[in-house]
C-alpha cells in the first residue's frame, strides 16, 4: 500500500501518536467553543440591532398617526438625521413625503416592493447579502393606512463587527492551539522518553552488552519497567558470568582425569612393564574412568533437571525406612574410618510422594560428605522428625564445618570449599548441587546450618504423603 511517509513517522512514534491525539481532541473541543460563541454573538447582536430599528420605525409611525403633517414629519427626519439609520416617509400613493438621507435605487427597491397596509416589521433581515435591513411600519389612522414609514439600517457595521469577532476567534484559536500543541508534545515526549531509552538499552541487551543501568525516576509503571529491564540485564549478565564460570570449572575438572588416563596409557604402551606394575595403572586408569564417567552423568542429570526434562518415578514411601536403608549402607564406610554414627528415628512411621531411588541419592551424598570432610573420631547423628506437615531430615556432623561465607554456594555446580583438599576425596563438587535440585522438584527445601569449626548439619524438609 502507498502510505504517506508522515503517517508513517506519526504511526512510528508514541509521542507523536499521543500529541496528535490529544491535539484533535482539543481541537475539536476550540472548534465547538469557538462556533457556539461566534452564533450566541450574531444571534444577541442581529436580534438588538433589529429590535432597535423596527422599534424605531414603530415608534415613528406611532407619532405620525396622531399627527400626519409636515412637521411631525421634520421632526421625524431631523430625529433620523444624525444617526446612522435612514427613515423615508411616504404617503398612501407611495408618494414619499420626506427622507433623512439620500434615496439610492437600491433603496427605492425596497420602497417600490412595500405593501402598504401589510405590518411587515422587517422586510429584509439579510445582514450578509444585502446593504440595508429594512423596517416599515404603516401610519395608521381611524384603522386605515394613510402612509408608511420605512428605515434603512446599514448592513456594513454588522459585517465589520462579525468578521472581527471570527477574525479575533481564530487568531485565539490558532495561538492557543500552538500553545496547546507544544506543550502537549513536550509533555508526551517527556513520558516517552523514557520509553526510547529503554528501546535503546534492549537493543543494546540483545547486542550482548549487559552493563546496562536506566534511571529510575519515581514508582510508576514506567519506572517498574526500567527497574524489571535493569533487573534483567543483571541477572543475563550473571547468567553469563555463571556460564563462563562453568565452562571453565568443567574444563578444568576434566582435565585431571584425562591428563592421567593419558598419561597411564602412555605407560601402559611400554612392553617391559612387571605385571604388578601393569595391572596397577590398569587399575587407575579404571577409577579415573568411573569418576569421569560418573562427573558427565551427574552434569547430565543435573542439566535435565533443571530443565524439568528429568523423569521421577514417584511412588508413596516410608522415608523413616528408606533412612535405616542408607544408614546400613553406609555404617561400614562409617566404622572404617572411626566416625561415630547415630539415628535417631521419628516416633511413628512417615510416608512421602516421591522417587525413592533419589531421594536415597540424596541420603547417600550428604553422609558421604559427612563421612569425607569429618575426620576420625567425630560423630554424625541423623534425625528424622515430623514438623507440622513436613518430614524433617537432620543430617549433622562435628566435623569442620563451612565457612558461612561459602554456605551459599556449596549447593552450586562445581562448587567445593577448599578445592585441593576435597579434590584429594575424589569430589567434583556436584553433590549438593543435584541434591538441591532433587529436593526442590520434590516440593522441599535443602537448608544447611554450619559454624566453621563446629560442624555442619543439612536439613531436609519435604511435604508428608496425604491419606
Ligand atoms: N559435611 C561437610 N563438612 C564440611 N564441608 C562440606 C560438607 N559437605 C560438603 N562440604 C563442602 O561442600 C563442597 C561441595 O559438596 P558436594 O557434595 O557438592 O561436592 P563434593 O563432595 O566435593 O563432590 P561430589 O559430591 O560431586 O563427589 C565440598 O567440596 C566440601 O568442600
Ligand atoms: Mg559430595
Known amino acids: 500500500m502507498n502510505r504517506k511517509p508522515w503517517i508513517d513517522v506519526v504511526r512510528n512514534h508514541v509521542s507523536l501518536k499521543l500529541g496528535f491525539l490529544l491535539l484533535s ?12 460563541l461566534y452564533s450566541l454573538f450574531l444571534n444577541f447582536y442581529l436580534s438588538h440591532v433589529t429590535g432597535e430599528l423596527t422599534q424605531r420605525a414603530h415608534s415613528h409611525a406611532m407619532v405620525l398617526s396622531d ?9 421625524v427626519l431631523r430625529m433620523e438625521k444624525g444617526s446612522s439609520n435612514m427613515v423615508v416617509i411616504q404617503d398612501r400613493y407611495n408618494n414619499v413625503l420626506g427622507s433623512s438621507g439620500e434615496i ?18 422587517i422586510v429584509s433581515e439579510d445582514w450578509k447579502a444585502k446593504p440595508f435591513l429594512v423596517s416599515q411600519y404603516p401610519v395608521l389612522q381611524n384603522g386605515e393606512t394613510i402612509g408608511e414609514v420605512t428605515m434603512f439600517s446599514p448592513t456594513a457595521p454588522i459585517r465589520e463587527s462579525v468578521n472581527f469577532l471570527r477574525n ?15 506543550l502537549l508534545f513536550f509533555i508526551s515526549r517527556m513520558i516517552v522518553r523514557p520509553l526510547v531509552q529503554m528501546k535503546k538499552a534492549t537493543g543494546e541487551i540483545a547486542e550482548g552488552k549487559y552493563s546496562i543501568e536506566l534511571p529510575i525516576k519515581g514508582n510508576d509503571e514506567v519506572a517498574q519497567l526500567a527497574e524489571s529491564i535493569n533487573d534483567m540485564s543483571h541477572r543475563i549478565r550473571f547468567y553469563q558470568e555463571q556460564r563462563n564460570e562453568f565452562l571453565a570449572d568443567i574444563s578444568h575438572e576434566l582435565r585431571t582425569p584425562i591428563t592421567y588416563l593419558k598419561g597411564y596409557s602412555d605407560i601402559l604402551s611400554q612392553i617391559d612393564l612387571p605385571v604388578e606394575e601393569r595391572l596397577q595403572y590398569v587399575k587407575i586408569i579404571g577409577e579415573q574412568s568411573s569418576r569421569l564417567q560418573r562427573l558427565v552423568k551427574d552434569l547430565f542429570d543435573l542439566s535435565r533437571m533443571e530443565q524439568g526434562d ?12 528408606a533412612v535405616t536403608d542408607v544408614l546400613s549402607l553406609v555404617e561400614v564406610s562409617m566404622d572404617d574410618k572411626n566416625i561415630h554414627l547415630e539415628y535417631f528415628p521419628p516416633e511413628t512411621p512417615l510416608f512421602i510422594e516421591g522417587d525413592r531411588e533419589r531421594i536415597t541419592q540424596v541420603l547417600i551424598n550428604i553422609l558421604e560428605n559427612a563421612r569425607k570432610y569429618t575426620p576420625p573420631g567425630s560423630s554424625v547423628y541423623v534425625r528424622v522428625a515430623k514438623n507440622d506437615n513436613s518430614v524433617v531430615i537432620e543430617i549433622e556432623d562435628t566435623g569442620p564445618g563451612i ?12 562448587y567445593r570449599v577448599e578445592k585441593s583438599r576435597s579434590r584429594e576425596t575424589g569430589g567434583s563438587g556436584i553433590g549438593l548441587a543435584i541434591s538441591k535440585e532433587i529436593i526442590e522438584k520434590h516440593h522441599g527445601t535443602l537448608r544447611i546450618n554450619s ?12 511435604p508428608v504423603a496425604l491419606g
Open 25 to 36: 481532541i482539543f481541537f475539536i473541543i476550540l472548534f465547538s467553543l469557538g462556533s457556539i
Open 67 to 75: 399627527h400626519f403633517e409636515s412637521m411631525t414629519i421634520s421632526h
Open 104 to 121: 439610492t435605487p437600491q433603496k427605492w427597491t425596497s420602497l417600490s416592493h412595500s405593501h402598504i397596509g401589510l405590518i411587515t416589521p
Open 168 to 182: 479575533m476567534l481564530l487568531i485565539a484559536g490558532g495561538i492557543t492551539l500552538i500553545i496547546v500543541g507544544g
Open 310 to 321: 528429568f523423569s521421577f518415578h514417584i511412588n508413596r514411601f516410608r522415608i523413616d525406612e
Open 403 to 414: 565457612p558461612e561465607s561459602e554456605i551459599a554456594y556449596v549447593t552450586e555446580r562445581l
Open 451 to 462: 559454624v566453621e569449626g563446629h560442624g555442619a548439619a543439612f536439613i531436609i524438609q519435604l
